[in-house]
Structures are given as structure tokens and as C-alpha cells.
């Protein structure tokens, strides 16, 4: 029990140490790519991607895309895409660039272009009341004032309310609050990953909280246009997770097929995909 406490302390220690926000510098004006990719045609995914590190670039490795019509949206700039995505924080690898590849590959779009802001280690709360929620805030209009519609929303989050214990009745609560604030000017179905799993929810089984997976599945059922995502509490083997929080290579490749399941699955029951 005590070496588990202690190698829990020293990767959330590393995790909080990494979560620096990543931002281009000057030698990343190469990547600059034009704006005209984000027009809309019905095979381009615009795609905001928010939640906690493992939404962000806190994963084994940083993975570049063999398909150049894969980016990166920031600031309202567009860059070729590669690990550590801007926008979100870390400065590993991340499952995007990776599903951008995925789909491109099965001709599912011609282009992808993802829109990272997640942060490490943050509580749904943040996202609700905290610098999280100023930062969607200006995201949103940001792409309000470009009159950039997203086709695809995705969230990825639930480990930190699984070590604070949070209710289900108040992370549903701050579910709506999100989806609210995305309402106000964006459309676009809401994906929400079913994800609780942290090893150090030592007296949970497996580390998995039934009372956030609970939460998450019920939220789903009872609001439109907001789809499952990857359930990644099935992905909580030493194979799949590095650290034993964050994603291997291989636990990223897993998390990507996941995404790209729940994405076709929307068109597979003749909605269509964007």
C-alpha cells in the first residue's frame, strides 16, 4: 500500500510538473498552414477536445501524423499538427494526432482539425467555475468571431472527481453547466468518454468509480445530441497506461480505435457523420 501511495504521489507530482501549457514559438511559423482548411464541405471534422491529461499531451510518446490534412487549431491560427498539440497542456504525446490519422486513413474525412484545450489533472469543476471554464469561454468565442462551426465536440475527464469523491448528482450537475456554455454558440454532437479509473482510488475496485461512470452513462441517455464516447475504464491494464495514470503508445493506439468506434457508430445508425 505504501509504495502504491508513494508512486501515486510521484506521478501526479510529474503530471502537475508537465501540464505547462503548450504554446508555439517562433520556429513553428513553418507550420503555419492556410486558414481556407477549416471551410466546411462535409468531409472536414473541426473538433474541440477538452477534459484532463489524457485528453491532453500527457501521453508515453509525442506522434506526428503521416497524413498531412491532419491540425492543429489555435489561437486563431492553423498549424500542421504533431505532438505536444498547442492548446493543451503536456509535453508527451496525445491520442489525437494519432485518430486524425484514423480517420483520415479509413476515408472517413479529407481533413481534421482539432481544437486541444484540456488540462492536466483538472475536476469537472474547473470547467464549470474555474480558469478551465474562462479558457472555453474564450475558445468558443474565439471561433464565434471566425465563424468557426464545429462538427464534433470531445470529453475526456472523470479521474480527479473519482479521487474527490464527487456525487453523481453534482457532476451531472456541472455536465449541464458545460453543455450549456457550449450551446451558447456551437451545435455539434458532445461526445463524453465514460473515464473514472485512477489507482489511487484504493478503496474502489480496480480503481474505477461506478458513482462517476453512473453520472456520465445517465447524462448521456437524458440529453440530446450527446453521444458515448470511449469507455477507458476498460483500458486500465499495465499495458495500456506507462505510469499507471497516463497512456502508453500502446494505450493511446487503443483510446484512438475507441474514438473512431463511437464515431462510426453515430453513422452506422444512419446519422450522419458532419
Known sequence: MRILLVFVFIT??????NAQLQEPTAADTTRLVNMANLQQDGKTMIALTFGQSNAANHGQNPYTPHNAAVYNYYKGKLYAAKDPLFGATGNKGSVWPRLGDMLIDKGLYTKVIFIPIAVGGSEIACWTSGGCSKKLEETLQMLESQHIQLTHIFWHQGETDNLKNTSEALYKEQLAMILQTL?????????????????????????????????????????????????????????????????????????????????????????PLK
Open 183 to 271: 450551446r451558447k454558440t456551437q451545435s455539434a454532437d458532445l461526445y463524453i468518454s465514460i473515464a473514472s479509473y485512477h489507482p489511487g482510488a484504493t478503496t474502489k475496485p480496480l480503481g474505477v468509480d461506478n458513482v462517476i461512470r453512473k453520472a456520465q452513462q445517465s447524462f448521456i441517455n437524458e440529453n440530446k445530441a450527446v453521444l458515448q464516447g470511449p469507455d477507458t475504464d476498460t483500458l486500465i491494464h499495465a499495458i495500456h497506461r506507462y505510469d499507471g495514470v497516463h497512456f502508453s503508445d500502446f494505450g493511446m493506439n487503443a483510446f484512438a480505435e475507441l474514438w473512431l468506434k463511437a464515431i462510426v457508430n453515430k453513422s452506422e445508425k444512419g446519422l
Open 12 to 17: 501526479s507530482f510529474f503530471s502537475k510538473a
